[in-house]
């Protein structure tokens, strides 16, 4: 696969403008392993295998084990999940997958519980712009492979 487009060559405000997206949730009060799970999730939903190829090795920076990892796409029937987690990725789902039954209240009322107002706020933000970052990636058609993690405690997003 050959790479199409190069943002930050020709036009880096998208970039900039994702950037400031991660910026803020690198911020919020979600754990950071929290959001990369969301992350992988949506991006193997969206089949963007640039982000899938980063937030598993973010993840496994972050001590994420290969069982949680490669069990992710089956994460309803695998017991390797918290409540939260799982509520998490139900959302992730629901709100990836808007145009196939928006996201119903029963969803929104599963995920309520485990996260506050202000944590669901940052969640959906986190999902929307995982969301964009795939859209982002596919459509450059990026690589994956050459992605190298951060190190341990820092933050990389998309």
Not at 89 to 108: A, K, M, S, Y
Request: aromatic share 8%.
């Amino acid at each position: 696969m050959r790479p199409r487009l190069n943002y930050a060559k020709s036009e880096p405000g998208p970039y900039d403008a994702m950037e400031a997206l991660d910026q803020y949730l690198q911020q919020c009060e979600l754990e950071a392993a929290l959001l990369h799970l969301v992350r992988l999730r949506a991006s193997q939903i969206n089949g963007c295998a640039y982000c899938i190829d980063m937030h598993w090795k973010d993840l496994r920076v972050l001590g994420e084990t290969e069982q949680r990892l490669y069990s992710l796409d089956a994460w309803r029937e695998s017991p390797y999940y918290s409540e939260r987690e799982r509520a998490a990725l139900n959302w992730t789902e629901g709100v990836t997958l808007i145009t196939d039954r928006h996201v119903p209240d029963e969803l929104f009322a599963a995920v309520r519980p485990h996260f506050s107002e202000t944590e669901l706020a940052d969640l959906t933000l986190a999902i929307a712009t995982i969301n964009a970052w795939n859209r982002l990636s596919v459509a450059a058609r990026l690589v994956p492979g050459s992605y190298t993690p951060a190190l341990v405690g820092a933050e990389t997003h998309r």
